[in-house]
């Protein structure tokens, strides 16, 4: 009986010795192994991560995060969660979700504050976190050496549709980056920008369906292409 090559050559991953010789132990079993004790460190040796939940108005990024956040606190598992101060929306100290769904948390002037207070954590939380400083980037990464597995939520874009203050940042030293869509309600398409519905040039202006609507990017152009023209005919109308 003639055995191929290719099975032979399997076989002898498996050779052994029937009387107590040692085993062949084939290169791709150590490599299994290696991943499996990585994973089951123990808590001083854990790994930080850094995960990003980015998204236009009305996407759900706070309901991911309150989600994710839960979970770990299901799991026995210290929890932190951060706000920056000026976002007093549903509430002074919850992170509250569009849903009304909500998680304690405590609100921060600046980036460095969530730093000093996350001490003796394994889960970190930040919502909206575009409003936050620059530094937030580098805390984020210090969180993470730290072993600490910090979970961001913001917006991806402002109101023009422009990258939003520390986002690309962070999301560019993310291990994870999760994209979510609201729905557009003009078209009905997934929809990414947040389209300002009153008449403001300030980036950063708190609001909900009163000042925002989730628009696709077909729809976000063509409401700007109007919007720049109610202002023509404006200066137009005052002129006269």
Same mark, same amino acid.
């Given at each position: 009986?003639?055995?191929?090559?290719?099975?032979?050559?399997?076989?002898?991953?498996?050779?052994?010795?029937?009387?107590?010789?040692?085993?062949?132990?084939?290169?791709?079993?150590?490599?299994?192994?290696?991943?499996?004790?990585?994973?089951?460190?123990?808590?001083?040796?854990?790994?930080?991560?850094?995960e990003v939940v980015c998204g236009s108005m009305f996407s759900g990024k706070t309901e991911e995060l309150i989600?994710?956040?839960?979970? *770990?606190?299901?799991?026995?598992?210290? $929890?932190?969660?951060?706000?920056?101060?000026? @976002?007093?929306?549903?509430?002074?100290?919850?992170? $509250?979700?569009?849903?009304?769904?909500?998680?304690?948390?405590?609100?921060?002037?600046? #980036?460095?504050?969530?730093?000093?207070?996350?001490?003796?954590? %394994?889960?970190?939380?930040?919502?909206? *976190?575009?409003?936050?400083?620059?530094?937030?980037? @580098?805390?984020?990464?210090?969180? #993470?050496?730290k072993g600490i597995r910090v979970i961001i939520a913001g917006l991806d874009m402002d109101y023009k549709g $422009?990258?939003?203050?520390?986002?690309?940042?962070?999301?560019?030293?993310? %291990?994870?980056?999760?994209?979510?869509? *609201?729905?557009? $309600?003009?078209?009905?398409?997934?929809?990414?920008?947040?389209?300002?519905?009153?008449?403001?040039?300030?980036?950063?202006?708190?609001?909900?369906?009163?000042?925002?609507?989730?628009?696709?990017?077909?729809?976000?152009?063509?409401? *700007?292409?109007?919007?720049?023209?109610?202002?023509?005919?404006?200066?137009?109308?005052?002129? %006269?």
């Open positions: 009986m003639r055995i191929s090559k290719k099975y032979t050559t399997f076989a002898a991953y498996f050779r052994f010795t029937r009387f107590g010789g040692t085993s062949y132990i084939p290169p791709f079993i150590n490599f299994i192994r290696m991943y499996s004790e990585r994973d089951s460190q123990s808590p001083h040796q854990r790994r930080g991560t850094i989600r994710r956040m839960r979970r *770990a606190q299901f799991a026995k598992q210290k $929890v932190e969660i951060f706000k920056p101060a000026i @976002d007093t929306r549903y509430s002074e100290q919850e992170v $509250v979700s569009h849903n009304h769904n909500s998680i304690m948390s405590t609100p921060v002037e600046s #980036a460095a504050s969530i730093l000093l207070l996350s001490e003796e954590v %394994d889960v970190v939380g930040i919502d909206e *976190a575009q409003f936050f400083d620059m530094g937030i980037v @580098d805390v984020c990464r210090k969180l #993470a050496s $422009v990258p939003f203050g520390p986002m690309p940042a962070l999301m560019a030293i993310a %291990d994870d980056v999760f994209k979510a869509h *609201a729905i557009c $309600v003009r078209c009905g398409n997934l929809a990414s920008f947040s389209h300002r519905t009153v008449e403001s040039n300030r980036q950063v202006l708190l609001g909900e369906t009163e000042t925002y609507e989730p628009l696709c990017r077909c729809c976000f152009e063509k409401a *700007a292409k109007e919007l720049i023209q109610k202002v023509e005919n404006n200066l137009i109308k005052e002129e %006269d």
